[in-house]
């Protein structure tokens, strides 16, 4: 599986508005909610908080991967988010977040979900690759940007 199986150009939102966790949590699953398969937007939200609660998917770099399982979906769906001004996310190096990989699989996805999660982390420890994605200047850069970058690490 690659990320162009699991991610569309029209899942890539490139201007988001909040400043801290929980509003840009809301504010992603308020424009991924139509593209989920008649899902409650709150259940996702739910799903998303609750993992949360476990330790910050901030992983560092300007980077979060939040990430949930959510009843009633029938395959993994990655979309991304970009601030321009950063968000409070309570990531590892404490630094704002930029760059958001959203993660929604099934329930009973965790092989795929892990391999997702590994390979998208994997991919954004390029440091070039992070600041390709923050100069893109519309959505469709921003997918060419990952789907290249996926197609010559060869790792989803």
Known sequence: MRLADVMKE?????????REKQG????L????????????????LSALLEREKLGTTGIGHGVAIPHGKVKGLSEIKVFFGRSKKGV???SMDRMPVYIFFLIVAPENSAAAHLKILASISHLLKNQELRTRL???????DIYRIITEADRKNGLV
């Open 10 to 18: 029209d899942y890539i939102f490139s201007d988001l508005k909040a």
């Open 24 to 27: 840009v949590l809301a504010e």
């Open 29 to 44: 699953v308020s424009d991924i909610s139509p593209k989920l398969e008649r899902l409650d937007g709150g259940s996702v």
């Open 88 to 90: 409070d996310f309570n």
């Open 134 to 140: 923050m100069k893109a200047e519309d959505p469709s």
